[in-house]
């Protein structure tokens, strides 16, 4: 079973992209990778999801080496409201165990 | 949109109380799924159902059972509660596993055990 590891916890300031890069040296060649966003108080909440190269939707990217075994999230012109716990998931192709890292806190300084 | 409802935000038990905790998705969800969340330690997998009445067990299972007697309804079950067990629980739901499907989070019920 892929684990993954983030760092603890990030700085930045408004305006800023921030990269947070997650580490999944054993994923699985059905491993889905996937990022969530956690505010306080609330449940996590999907961002964004890739197996390969690249993906772009309205919030983020994420882009995937050719080997896997890293991913980086990228939040372009980060705002205060960004100011959450990054998970990163390795989702596995079949009715296997769900596992998330033990999460990234971003803060976004003015 | 897709809604996920837990049954209380904030629950205070006695040690060795039966405690449940309800779920409910109105998606038509397969899948649901049961975490706890506690500082430092993200969150980690109880349990898990890709049916009804079928469940299959995640990271720590030990202490906890489950319920899916309806499709849209998932219970878990703390036949004894412990103070070990005082912690954030999470609720989700998703249309697929397998396929990269998006996982749908409920507000969560924090759990005091005294």
């Known amino acids: 079973l892929a684990k993954t590891t983030q760092p603890i916890s990030m700085d930045s300031y408004e305006g800023q992209e921030v990269n947070i890069t997650c580490s999944h040296n054993?994923?699985?060649?059905?491993?889905?990778i996937t990022w969530y966003q956690q505010f306080p108080s609330q449940g996590p909440r999907f961002i964004i999801q890739?197996?390969?190269t690249k993906v772009t939707n309205e919030v983020a990217s994420l882009f995937i080496p050719a080997d896997r075994k890293s991913s980086t999230l990228s939040l372009p012109r980060v705002s205060l409201s960004d100011t959450a716990v990054y998970y990163c998931?390795?989702?596995?192709?079949?009715?296997?165990?769900?596992?998330f890292g033990a999460g990234t806190r971003l803060a976004v300084h003015p | 949109d897709v809604k996920v409802t837990q049954s209380s935000r904030y629950l205070v038990k006695r040690t060795g109380e039966k405690v449940f905790l309800e779920c409910v998705q109105d998606?038509?969800?397969?899948?649901m799924f049961w975490y706890r969340q506690d500082p430092g330690l993200g969150l980690r997998l109880i349990y898990f159902s890709y049916d009804v009445k079928m469940k299959e067990k995640g990271d720590i299972p030990e202490g906890y059972s489950v319920s899916r007697e309806k499709k849209e309804r998932f219970s878990l079950i703390l036949e004894s509660a412990s103070t070990n067990q005082t912690s954030m629980y999470l609720c989700a739901s998703s249309p697929y596993l397998g396929q990269g499907g998006e996982q749908y989070f409920g507000p969560g019920t924090r759990l005091t055990v005294t």
């Open positions: 054993n994923i699985a060649t059905n491993d889905y």
């Open positions: 998606m038509d969800h397969e899948n």
């Open positions: 890739g197996y390969k």
């Open positions: 998931l390795v989702e596995p192709g079949g009715y296997n165990k769900l596992i």
